[in-house]
C-alpha cells in the first residue's frame, strides 16, 4: 500500500529536549516536506526537499533541521523544542515539486512542549 | 507568488442541503489547484484537482469543484451534505510548491 509513515503520533516534551520526527514513503517520490497546522493558519511549510542531500527552507524554518539522507526518509530534528513549536505536524511525499503532483500525506504527529 | 484565500473559516449546513466552500487563488501563472479534506485525527487526502483542460473537476465522495478565471475562483460544492462529510476542508495551489489556505471547518447538523 503507497503510504506516508510518521512516527510517532503523539509526544509530549520538555522544553530544549532535542527530539526527531520520522517520515518515510514507499512510493518512490523526488519531492518532501514538512508542514505545521495550527488553528486559523492552514499548513505552513517548515521545509522541503527535491531530492536526496537536497534541502531548503520553507515559510517558516526557525527551530528546525531537517536532513535527507536517503530518498525514502525524511526526518524533521528539533534541537531544542520551545512552547511555539508545539503544533500538528505532518510529512508530504509527491513525484516533483509541483506542476499538479499530487501531496500524499503522513497521519500526523501532534506535538506538546511543555 | 501564489496563494489562495479560502472564505469562511467555519461553514454549517444541515443534511441534504448543498455545500459550497469558497477559495479565490491568486497566482502569475496558470494554476494546479487542489482541494483536500481532511478527517478528525487523519492527514489530507485529496479530494480533487484542476491541471488543464475541463474547468468543471468531479471528486471522490460526490463532490465537485469549478475553475473559474475571471473570477480566479475554485469553490468547492456538493449538491447534498451527508454526515460523513464534517472535516476540515483545504484549498491549495501549486506550480513550484504547494501553497494551502487556511482551511475551512464543515459541520453538517442532523
Known amino acids: 500500500e503507497a503510504q506516508v509513515t510518521q512516527n510517532p503520533r503523539y509526544l509530549i516534551t520538555v522544553t530544549g529536549k532535542k527530539l526527531t520526527v520520522t517520515c518515510s514513503q514507499n512510493?518512490?517520490?523526488?519531492?518532501m516536506s514538512w508542514y505545521r497546522q495550527d488553528p486559523g493558519l492552514g499548513l505552513r511549510q517548515i521545509y522541503y526537499?527535491?531530492?536526496?542531500?537536497?534541502?531548503d527552507k520553507g515559510d517558516v524554518p526557525e527551530g528546525y533541521k531537517v536532513s535527507r539522507k536517503e530518498k525514502r526518509n525524511f526526518p524533521l530534528i528539533l534541537e531544542s523544542p520551545s512552547p511555539n513549536q508545539t503544533s500538528l505536524y505532518f510529512c508530504?511525499?509527491?513525484?516533483?515539486?509541483?506542476?499538479?503532483?499530487?501531496?500524499?500525506f503522513g497521519q500526523g504527529t501532534r506535538l506538546t512542549v511543555v | 507568488a501564489q496563494s489562495v484565500t479560502q472564505l469562511g473559516s467555519h461553514v454549517s449546513v444541515s443534511e441534504g442541503a448543498l455545500v459550497l466552500l469558497r477559495c479565490n487563488y491568486s497566482?502569475?501563472?496558470?494554476?494546479?489547484l487542489f482541494w483536500y479534506v481532511q478527517y478528525p485525527n487523519q492527514g489530507l487526502q485529496l479530494l480533487l484537482k484542476?491541471?488543464?483542460?475541463?474547468?468543471l473537476v468531479k471528486g471522490i465522495n460526490g463532490f465537485e469543484a469549478e475553475f473559474k478565471k475571471s473570477e480566479t475562483s475554485f469553490h468547492l460544492t456538493k449538491p447534498s451534505a451527508h454526515m460523513s462529510d464534517a472535516a476540515e476542508y483545504f484549498c491549495?495551489?501549486?506550480?513550484?510548491?504547494?501553497?494551502f489556505g487556511a482551511g475551512t471547518r464543515l459541520t453538517v447538523k442532523p
Open positions: 508530504a511525499s509527491s513525484l516533483s515539486a509541483g506542476l499538479g503532483a499530487e501531496a500524499f
Open positions: 512510493m518512490n517520490h523526488e519531492y
Open positions: 526537499s527535491m531530492n536526496v542531500e537536497v534541502t
Open positions: 497566482s502569475s501563472v496558470p494554476p494546479y
Open positions: 484542476y491541471t488543464t483542460g475541463a474547468t
Open positions: 491549495a495551489v501549486s506550480f513550484n510548491d504547494m501553497r
